[in-house]
Structure formats: structure tokens, C-alpha cells
């Protein structure tokens, strides 16, 4: 039995509790709303774009801890970085708590989004720690629709 | 943790229902997750499996296997007998008065779509209305938008109050020359409202109006007899009510089934075909095309059964007192609110606890080996109506205990501590 710990680490309580760039943006030129139709949580990924370059994001949205905590730490993680750089972002943050052959799975190199490593023990949440993660994506390929975990 | 002290359930329980016997009639609550007893309060999304059930299905494929209504060998008639038995036995649980009014589909949702489809197609005309309630379950809202939207019908939705009762003035004044049809639940599977549903059918009938109640959780709960209820159509589901998954009953008055169009066409329900025209079967076969799930059937027929010989009032009236508790138990923690504090209750508690995601709550619960529902149990409108994104919810079942609601309880107190109070 892997233990709560594992999962509810204090950074991802923490997030939960005071999320950060947490509000609408205004400067936003591209957003993306995404929805988990299971379990109805919300969010929406605004993003300030100049050429190729992430300079400033926010979310909106209500969901679980996991999802709330996810969201806020993949702001911060996001600012300054080039569009590629957040796609590659979005790719091994996938791969650490999604991935079958476990590869990237210890969250090596991640910074502070190494505590969702513990999502992978719960896979009924990985969906959770995803959810704005889609969406950002959704939002940098300028998609005007909603994302759906489904 | 008093989880496993069968005789001190065995003394708390009046009446001479003996939990800790029920119990070991069904072999999935010897189970253990994540190394510890399960505490199974996920009933309303579908009901454990007893022994009973189980084997009469696998006796069947092990010794009945063989398509029904057709063959005149020796295993063909024993399993249509079976499945005979088992419509005769359903007849029986609701008191409907002829076994053809029992039509076996796939599910609740099934045979909600099914009179949506042949009744609503039939009768609704562009302009004409369809009342549903705020407390509907997805299931009970879907097929009658598609068919609104189709025929250019209205849906009209009674309001629901902050308690979680519909608004019996509402409802009156709802029904109007134009409404066609009225579909209820019986009992609320967010909320747990137990709806005055004769009351109410009552006043459609009077209005001329043909009611369907969703009885997917109240078949299970709150005894059902279709002729004192009046009701035109009673929809629920086997897996709900212990039986297996894949199979459920449209009950539908011989009058109202027999006016109807057949739902799909196929085997079984016709009586001849040719290019020109097809002359479609008697009730209840016109609207059973193709091979049903003839295992599932048989199996829905040992469950209901088996609750008949526990005795449906007093199942019913063992799961108050474990939902009377649960309730005051619950309501004794500081920061747990109710969603739904309904006139009359049934089988469920639905809650919201500070500030932590239901989610949350589920997975912290899960690890002690505790199974609820969170999210919005497939009623959307019913979480905007209260303003929650999701709830827990704990639902009850003829072998639920006291000791499990403590579980619960002592579970939450733990959601606490992790998330700092609360």
C-alpha cells in the first residue's frame, strides 16, 4: 500500500490551498477550457504568448486537490519558456505519471512538478493531474474548443 | 476499529434481521483492499452479488445454456422456463398484474429510452410538453431531450427547494393542457429524496397525464407495488437491486405497451415477416428483439428472490436505521454538510466536507478500504442546483452495519487531519 503521503505531499496541499496566477489574464491571447466529464472539474488555461515565448499564464477553475495543485505548479512552471519548451513540458509530465514502461516515472529533473510522481500509484487520479495539462496544450495550439479527458 | 464484530452487529439489530447472517450470503465482502475489510457503501451505483445470484447464473450456463422462445429441445425449454420464471417472479415484486407487462431491456436507462422512443414518439407533437424534475439522473433528462428536440416538444422541469424536495406548486401548475407524459424518480440518486410519487401520479392522472417513475433506486429501497402507485411505466435496473449487470424491467400498463410501436425489430418480436409487411408479436415480446441476456434475466429472477425471502420491509426497515445513523453520525462533524435534508430519505447520504474535494475524499477513504461515490453521480443539474461542484456520497445496502458507518466516520477524521482541519 503506497501511503496518502505518497500522493497529498505538503507542496501539492500547499498549491491547493493558496493556488498560484489563480484568476482570469488579462492580457491572455490564447485560452483553452478543459472539463472531466467524470467528475465535472473545470479549468481554463489563459496564456500571454509573444513569438514563441510563454510570458505569462493563468488558470481558472474548481476540481480536486490533485487537479487544483497541478494547475498552479504547471504556472509556475511555465513562464519564460518557449512554446516548445512547455509542449516538451507536457510530454514528460505525461510521461511520469502516465506512462506504462514507467519511464520518467521518478519525476528525475522535474522540479517541484516531481510531486505528482505519486499520482502514478493512484490511476484513477491521473486524469486529475492531467486535466490542465491538456488543456494548455489545447490552449498553445490556438484550439478555441473545449478538452475533454474523455 | 470495530469493523469485523459480527455478533455486536448481531445484537444491535432489532427485528430479527440478522446482518451478520446476510452477509454471508454474499462472498465479495470477505474481501480485503488495500489490506483492509471492505466497507462497500457504493450501492447506488450498482449492489453486491449474492451467492444466491451467482450460482443460478453459472448453473445456467453450466447446465440450461440454450437459446429460448424457439427450439424444441429439452435445454431450450428449461431455459425458457427459467426466463419465464423469472418475468413471473419480477411480476410478483412489482404486483404488477400480468407477467406480459414486464418487458426485460438492458437497463434503467433502457427502458427509459424505450417509452421516450415509442411512447413520446407516438404521442408528442411540436409544442407539447414532457415535465421532468431538478432531481433527475442523466438518464431520466437525455431521452426525453432527444425526443423533444425531435418532435419539437418542451421539456418542462419541476423546481426543486434548498431541502431537495420537488416543489409540489410548481409541479401543479406544470401540468397543462399540453403535457404529455411526466417522468419522476422515485427516490433522487444525489440527494436521496424518496418522492411522494403516488401523490404526484395521482395529480397527472387527473390532469390526463401518463407518469414514468425512474425506479432504478427505489426499486431496491422502498417496495414497490406498480398497481397501488398507479403508475403507467416503472423502470429499474437488476444490478441495483443485487441482481446481474446488463439487464433491467420497463413495467408499462398492457394498455399504454400494446398502443405502442415496437422499439427495435428483430427475433422474437414478431409473429411473421415477409417482404411486404411484418405482424408483430404479443406483449411483452414486442419489445424484446434478438436474443436477451437470458443468464441476466434468470439471475435478476434468483435476486429478486432472494429479497423476497429476506423480506423486502425488513431490509427496508434495516437499512433506515443504518441511513438514520449515518445521518446523525455525519451530521455531528463539524464541517460535513448534507446536500439534500429531504422530507422522507432513502439508502443514501450525500455530503460535502470543508473544503476538500470529493475526490479527495474518495481516494483518502479508499486506502481504508472504504468504496463511496464521488463526483456528480450523473446528475449535473442536481450539483448546480446546490452549488457543488461534486459530492461524497454513501449509499446502503441490505448488508451495510453501523460498525461501517463508524468506518466511514473515522475515515473522514482522517481527511481532516491530513488536510489541516477542515
Redesign the interface.
Given at each position: 500500500?503506497s501511503d496518502?503521503?505518497d500522493?497529498?505531499q505538503e507542496l501539492i496541499?500547499d498549491h491547493n490551498r493558496r493556488p498560484r496566477n489563480f484568476g482570469p489574464l488579462a492580457e491572455a491571447n490564447r485560452s483553452a477550457r478543459g472539463v472531466n466529464p467524470?467528475?465535472?472539474?473545470?479549468v481554463a488555461v489563459h496564456l500571454h504568448v509573444e513569438g514563441d515565448r510563454v510570458k505569462k499564464v493563468s488558470f481558472e477553475g474548481?476540481?480536486?486537490?490533485?487537479s487544483?495543485a497541478s494547475a498552479s505548479v504547471m504556472t509556475e512552471s511555465l513562464k519564460e519558456q518557449s512554446c516548445d519548451a512547455a509542449r516538451d513540458l507536457f510530454e514528460r509530465f505525461h510521461r511520469m505519471v502516465a506512462a506504462d514502461d514507467g519511464q520518467g516515472a521518478d519525476g528525475d529533473g522535474m522540479g517541484k512538478l516531481a510531486a505528482f510522481a505519486g499520482v502514478r500509484d493512484?490511476p484513477?487520479?491521473v486524469k486529475?493531474a492531467t486535466l490542465a495539462w491538456h488543456t494548455l496544450r489545447a490552449a498553445l495550439d490556438g484550439e478555441d474548443k473545449a478538452v475533454s479527458t474523455e | 476499529m470495530a469493523r469485523v464484530k459480527t455478533a455486536e452487529w448481531n445484537k444491535a439489530e432489532g427485528n430479527g434481521f440478522d446482518v451478520a447472517r446476510v452477509r454471508e450470503n454474499f462472498p465479495i465482502l470477505g474481501e480485503t483492499v488495500?489490506?483492509k475489510p471492505l466497507v462497500y457503501l457504493d450501492n447506488a451505483a450498482t449492489a453486491q452479488k449474492p451467492r444466491a445470484v451467482i450460482e443460478r447464473v453459472a448453473r445456467y450456463y453450466e447446465t440450461e445454456n440454450s437459446n429460448i422462445h424457439r427450439g424444441v429441445h429439452r435445454l431450450s425449454e428449461q431455459a425458457t422456463r427459467a426466463y419465464e420464471d423469472a418475468r413471473a417472479a419480477v411480476r410478483r415484486f412489482l404486483n404488477a398484474a400480468h407477467d406480459r407487462e414486464i418487458v426485460f431491456v438492458r437497463g434503467a436507462t433502457e427502458a427509459i429510452n424505450l417509452v421516450a422512443r415509442c411512447y413520446g414518439g407516438a404521442n408528442l407533437e411540436a409544442g407539447d410538453e414532457v415535465v421532468i424534475s431538478a432531481m433527475e439522473h442523466h438518464s431520466n433528462i437525455v431521452p426525453w431531450q432527444l425526443i423533444c428536440q425531435e418532435k419539437g416538444a418542451v421539456l418542462r422541469v419541476i423546481p426543486v427547494d434548498d431541502r431537495g424536495d420537488v416543489v409540489m406548486e410548481d409541479y401543479h401548475r406544470l401540468l397543462g393542457p399540453r403535457t404529455r407524459i411526466v417522468a419522476l424518480p422515485h427516490v433522487s440518486n444525489a440527494l436521496g429524496t424518496v418522492n411522494p410519487v403516488k401523490e404526484m401520479i395521482a395529480d397527472a392522472h387527473r390532469a390526463g397525464v401518463p407518469v414514468l417513475i425512474d425506479g432504478a433506486q427505489g426499486a431496491p429501497h422502498a417496495g414497490v407495488d406498480v398497481q397501488d402507485l398507479d403508475c403507467d411505466f416503472y423502470a429499474f435496473s437488476s444490478h441495483k437491486l443485487y441482481g446481474p449487470t446488463g439487464v433491467g424491467v420497463l413495467y408499462g400498463k398492457a394498455g399504454l405497451l400494446e398502443a405502442m410501436p415496437p422499439y427495435q425489430g428483430g427475433g422474437d418480436m414478431i409473429l411473421t415477416v415477409s417482404f411486404e409487411a411484418t405482424e408483430y408479436n404479443a406483449l411483452p415480446y414486442k419489445f424484446e428483439a434478438g436474443t436477451p441476456n437470458i443468464a441476466g434475466v434468470i439471475g435478476l429472477g434468483a435476486a429478486v428472490e432472494y429479497l423476497a425471502g429476506l423480506g423486502i420491509e425488513a431490509v427496508a426497515a434495516h437499512e433506515d436505521r443504518v441511513l438514520a445513523y449515518a445521518v446523525e453520525r455525519l451530521t455531528s462533524m463539524p464541517g460535513l454538510r448534507l446536500i439534500g435534508t429531504p422530507e422522507r430519505r432513502a439508502s443514501l447520504v450525500s455530503f460535502v466536507f470543508g473544503d476538500?474535494?470529493?475526490?479527495?475524499i474518495g481516494?483518502?477513504l479508499d486506502?481504508d478500504g472504504i468504496a463511496v461515490r464521488?463526483?456528480?453521480h450523473c446528475a449535473?443539474p442536481v450539483?448546480d442546483r446546490f452549488c457543488v461542484?461534486?459530492t461524497v456520497r454513501a449509499s446502503f445496502a441490505c448488508y451495510n452495519t453501523e460498525a461501517e458507518v463508524d468506518a466511514l466516520a473515522e475515515g473522514l477524521d482522517k481527511v481532516r487531519r491530513?488536510?489541516?482541519g477542515v
Open positions: 500500500m496518502l503521503r500522493l497529498y496541499l467524470l467528475c465535472g472539474d473545470k474548481t476540481g480536486c486537490a490533485i487544483i493512484y484513477a487520479r486529475c | 488495500h489490506g476538500v474535494h470529493a475526490h479527495d481516494t483518502i486506502q464521488t463526483g456528480h449535473m450539483m461542484p461534486a491530513l488536510f489541516d
